[in-house]
């Protein structure tokens, strides 16, 4: 269903990402965790090419692209295939909350207003949010924020949905509500790529986890396999510096 084959991306000089491999089935969920700078959102926008890579292949349902050989509309048929929640939400804070949502239905799928706005405000209520339609972004919390990024990222009907950290700008009390509005899209049968730091929630929901560090993926396998019983050292240090964080500081 979705495949990357031997990814590269380059920043100048730098190797950002060197020669990344996955595979994800229909319907699984991918983890992918790692230290700060270790390629890991640099990846998940290679994936619709919010990144532009420098080599490598790309492949969602029947859309394939070669990074060294493609075109505009190759890469306009792969962005429709995922849709991306962001970290810092990235909403139109000049639209309200059913607008945001609208929009890329009406401009993208072409789809009449009316029509529109029916399924948006069947979005918004499915992440517990259709008395706040109206609401602009500035009038909303962090986590009602990254609730309409994600009603906004289901409603384009995507095949992947391409998460970078969604839980990282958000106080910790909003944090159990966006996990538990993603594990019940995971359990409905959702592609997910999920970049987190949230180890328990990855163990639980995740089919497969890769660790990523220095652009390469260090270790690969089922959550028991790497967050669990991991093979290599960098891993092990990794997963052990991330239990000893606290979680507040007085």
Same mark, same amino acid.
């Given at each position: ?148 990024? #994600? ?98 500081? #007085?």
């Amino acid at each position: 269903m979705l495949s990357v084959t031997n990814l590269h991306k380059y920043y100048g000089d730098t190797h950002v990402l060197k020669g990344i491999d996955v595979e994800v089935a229909q319907g699984e969920v991918l983890a992918i965790i790692g230290p700060s700078g270790s390629g890991k959102t640099t990846f998940l926008r290679c994936m619709n090419y919010l990144e532009t890579p420098n080599r490598g292949k790309i492949s969602i349902n029947h859309v394939t692209i070669d990074a060294e050989n493609t075109t505009k509309k190759q890469i306009h048929q792969l962005r429709q295939q995922s849709s991306m929640v962001f970290q810092q939400y990235h909403l139109f804070k000049n639209k309200t909350a059913i607008e945001n949502i609208m929009e890329g239905l009406i401009i993208t799928k072409k789809m009449p207003n009316r029509k529109a706005e029916e399924l948006a405000l069947s979005y918004l209520e499915r992440v517990g949010l259709k008395e706040r339609r109206d609401a602009y972004p500035s009038q909303l919390s962090g986590g009602q924020e990254q609730r309409i990024g #994600i009603a906004r990222a289901l409603a384009m009907n995507p095949a992947v949905i391409l998460f970078d950290e969604p839980t990282s700008a958000l106080d910790p009390e909003n944090v159990g509500d966006i996990l538990a509005i993603m594990r019940d899209i995971a359990n409905q049968g959702m592609t997910m790529i999920i970049v987190t730091h949230e180890i328990e929630f990855a163990r639980n929901v995740a089919d497969q986890v890769i660790f990523m560090d220095q652009g390469e993926i260090v270790e690969k396998g089922t959550p028991e396999e790497v967050l669990v019983h991991p093979t290599y050292e960098r891993t092990k240090r990794f997963l052990r510096r991330l239990h000893q964080e606290p979680d507040f500081i #007085i």
